[in-house]
Structure formats: C-alpha cells, structure tokens
C-alpha cells in the first residue's frame, strides 16, 4: 500500500534534484537533473492522485534534518544517490512503483556516472552567501532589493506550485486540469529561473515549508481573488525592480517576468469563471 511516508520522501528528492541542478555550473549537467527533478514530480503528482482515491491523507512537510547545502557537488550526488536508494526500499507491486523503479534505475546509473567525472568536482558557490550579482556591479541599495525580491519569489512560486497541484487533484472539470497545470507550469519556470540567480549570487536556500491550511483551501474563489491581487503585487515589484536596476539585462528580464504575471492573471480568471460557471 502506498502511504504518505513515500510521498514525502518523493516530495523531498523532487526539491532536492531541482535544488541541485540551480546550483550546478555546467550546463549539460545542470540540464540533466532538472529534467530528472521534472520526472519526479511526474511521479509526486501520480502519488498523490493515488493516494487522493484511496482516501489515504498526505501533506506537504518535510523531514526537520533535510537540507541541500553543501560546497561539494559531488556531496550532493552522494546524498541523492542515497536518498534514492533509500526510497525504493518503499516502492510495492504496482504498475506505478514499477515505473518510478525503472525511471531511478535510469537516474541512479547517470548520478553515479557523474561521480566518475573528477572534474565534476568543482567547488561550489551557490550556498557560500556572498551575495554578488557575477553579472554586473551592483551598489548596496540595488544587492538588498535583489535579494529580498529573490527569497521572497522562490518561496511563493514553490507554495504556488504546491498549491495549484493539490488543486489539480480535485478539480472538477477537464478545463480546470488545464488551467491548474499552465499555471503550475509557468511556476515551475519561475522557480527554476529564480533559483539559479539565488545560486549565481550565493544566496540558494530552500523555501520554508508550508502549513496545510495553505493548500487546504475550501474557498477557491475566494483564493484566485486574493490571488489575482497577488499575481497584481507581484507586477508591481517586478516593474519598482526593474526601474531601480540599473544593469540592463536584469532590468529586461524582470520586464519579461512582469508581462508573464499579466497572463497568469488571465489564466486565473479562466479558471474563477469555471467554479463560478
């Protein structure tokens, strides 16, 4: 039987394996395990539809030791390698932990690849809190408000993703399915775009966990106002960034972000006409 004990594990080496690819330098590598993170939230999301008709309940904690800090990379294989193996202790007969055997079996044999590679091995600067944009020279005022924007925006795009898939599981409509998933889609985006500028100036951390009465909602209509009003504050900080940075890429790419909030919006208001309709 499936229990919430796996999904937590599995929730766990999701966040782990993408935490991991944010703070990689090389990119094929870097690619990689992102795409091995997305298979696993493929596997989190099979989870917890699983577990949902079974009636069996699950959360969103974690376990009070986990962590993805280290200033080696190949530490941080090893410990995914382990937590692997770890979780397959988990798995039954079934169709769905068949899957998740073979896609690990896949992954397992690619990490310890890696582990052959020596100069793989390189220092890693993404946990070091140095809190330099590499990119540009950038004066305190500037750094600061990067900062605050950058731990702010990760944590509400995990809660958004988060959110937006317990809300997936219980969707009433096929329309609905789609509309939680874009979201959840342009999220994930986000999450990884926002991590890996965290990483570049040494500020990688992972987001706080959330209490279930964050994704426990019994009010969606009431949630996607307060969220349209959010996704409006989230414009509005992208636009008071982009203003008061002077490096032009940056300033481009929060103008890019703040236009793809302005969707989000939209998709929000798709989705308030579904519950409403």
């Not at 993408?18 to 795409?35: N, T």
């Not at 099979?46 to 990379?73: C, K, P, V």
Request: glycine content about 2%.
């Amino acid at each position: 039987m499936i229990d919430a004990a796996l999904f937590r594990q599995k929730h766990q080496l999701w966040l782990r394996l993408a935490f991991i690819s944010f703070s990689v330098s090389d990119p094929w590598v870097k690619s990689r395990l992102y795409e091995f993170s997305q298979i696993e939230f493929r596997h989190l999301k099979w989870l917890a539809q699983t577990l949902y008709e079974n009636d069996s309940y699950y959360d969103y904690e974690r376990d009070h030791h986990f962590t993805i800090e280290s200033d080696s990379f190949f530490t941080l294989l090893q410990t995914a390698i382990d937590e692997i193996q770890s979780i397959r202790l988990l798995y039954r007969d079934t169709p769905l932990c068949q899957r998740m055997h073979h896609d690990e079996k896949y992954i397992l044999s690619t990490l310890t690849a890696y582990l052959d590679k020596l100069t793989l091995d390189e220092p890693l600067s993404a946990f070091n809190r140095a809190r330099e944009w590499p990119d540009a020279l950038l004066n305190a005022s500037e750094t600061d408000a990067l900062t605050l924007f950058l731990f702010e925006e990760l944590y509400k795009e995990y809660e958004l993703i988060m959110v937006y898939f317990y809300r997936q599981i219980r969707a009433d409509t096929p329309a609905q399915v789609t509309h939680f998933q874009d979201l959840i889609d342009e999220s994930h985006f986000h999450l990884r775009s926002f991590g890996e500028m965290m990483a570049k100036m040494g500020i990688l951390a992972l987001p706080r966990t959330l209490h279930p009465r964050t994704y426990e909602i019994t009010d969606m209509g009431k949630f996607l106002h307060n969220g349209i009003l959010e996704e409006e504050n989230a414009k509005e900080e992208c636009r008071r960034l982009s203003s008061s940075i002077t490096d032009e890429k940056l300033s481009t790419f929060f103008e890019f972000i703040n236009y793809q909030e302005s969707y989000h919006i939209e998709i929000m208001k798709k989705l308030l006409g579904e519950i409403n309709g």
